[in-house]
């Protein structure tokens, strides 16, 4: 099956996001860290997806944590739907999320 593979212009979604650095006037830390994604779904839409994420990292006005590639597991690691991940999955994308946070609070 070939897959469109189409980019998307993602202004509307990225402007919505925006609407939460209003809260770090109040001293609150936003960032934006991607979904789980299932490895097998982004071989097929790579392209797309690496247009989602350059529009993300360019127009939000809050740190974007790590990439899109960043949170990729094998469909084993799912149950249900591409955002529902089983335990090892949990497991290793709180790890990577930990990583990306210490990094960017600059936490030992």
Known sequence: VKYEQREENYTTGIEMLNKLAALQEKGVRVFYVFPG????????????????????????????????????????????????????????????MVRLLRESLQIE
């Open 37 to 96: 994604y299932p490895l097998e779904e982004y071989n097929r839409f790579q392209k797309p997806l690496q247009s989602f994420e350059n529009q993300l990292k360019a127009g939000l006005q809050f740190p974007v944590l790590g990439k899109v590639t960043d949170f990729l597991y094998p469909e084993s690691d799912f149950y249900d739907t591409v955002y529902h991940l089983r335990r090892k999955g949990r497991a290793e994308r709180t790890k990577t």
